[in-house]
T-cell receptor
Framework: DQQVKQNSPSLSVQEGRISILNCDYTNSMFDYFLWYKKYPAEGPTFLIS?????DKNEDGRFTVFLNKSAKHLSLHIVPSQPGDSAVYFC?????????????????FGKGTKLSVKP | ETGVTQSPTHLIKTRGQQVTLRCSSQ?????VSWYQQALGQGPQFIFQYYREEENGRGNFPPRFSGLQFPNYSSELNVNALELDDSALYLC??????????????FGEGSRLTVL
């Protein structure tokens, strides 16, 4: 049962344009979401997160939007840079973060491979 | 500050063999989680260790076992290897104690191939 879904295996954008990566989830109990970025031959690195009590979180060029009614979140990268080319994973903790849970047990999507062309 | 290190980086085993993968957590972290990432998939949670005890387990059979040592380093052991165990095994450390710790810090992974 894929509780976190990334339906686009790949995305290609031009440098300087916006990249939008999408993620859907099925479990309405999820109260926290994270995005990780993974380069080849490296482990995933944390990028940005959002609590379910918010609908937007911004960090520099990266913004995550959460639509709870649609069970959908998206990661926007503006402007996109060639160094952003990587696989992006959406994830949610199985435990309830807003009640002191630990996010050690994360449920990941399958990832979206972003290619930013110069 | 040293990051999460894993060893070995690559290894090849045959069906039925046993394997031990090792992880040194990031300095100051007390919790270690292990993930399996098959080709084309996202990482899947195997288990987590906190204070040298298993503190949560995913949908993996008992032949997947682990240890955490007093220095918070960890081992993942897999017995009776099967072809489907071929994957990238990721170790991640974090600090349990903050109400809302955000980040897991991942190592580069150990790529296991079972022939």
């Amino acid at each position: 049962d894929q509780q976190v879904k990334q339906n686009s295996p790949s995305l290609s954008v031009q440098e300087g344009r916006i990249s939008i990566l999408n993620c859907d989830y099925t479990n309405s109990m999820f109260d926290y979401f994270l995005w990780y970025k993974k380069y080849p031959a490296e482990g995933p690195t944390f990028l940005i997160s959002i609590s379910s009590i918010k609908d937007k979180n911004e960090d520099g060029r990266f913004t995550v939007f959460l639509n709870k009614s649609a069970k959908h979140l998206s990661l926007h990268i503006v402007p996109s840079q060639p160094g952003d080319s990587a696989v992006y994973f959406c994830a949610a903790p199985r435990a309830l973060m807003n009640y002191g849970g630990s996010q050690g047990n994360l449920i990941f999507g399958k990832g979206t491979k972003l290619s930013v062309k110069p | 500050e040293t990051g999460v290190t894993q060893s070995p980086t690559h290894l090849i085993k045959t069906r039925g063999q046993q394997v031990t993968l090792r992880c040194s957590s990031q300095s100051g972290h007390n919790t270690v989680s292990w993930y399996q990432q098959a080709l084309g998939q996202g990482p899947q949670f195997i288990f987590q260790y906190y204070r040298e005890e298993e503190n949560g387990r995913g949908n993996f059979p008992p032949r997947f076992s682990g240890l955490q040592f007093p220095n918070y380093s960890s081992e993942l052991n897999v017995n009776a290897l099967e072809l489907d165990d071929s994957a990238l095994y990721l170790c991640a450390s974090s600090f349990k104690g903050l109400r809302n710790e955000v980040e897991l810090f991942f190592g580069e992974g150990s790529r296991l191939t079972v022939l």
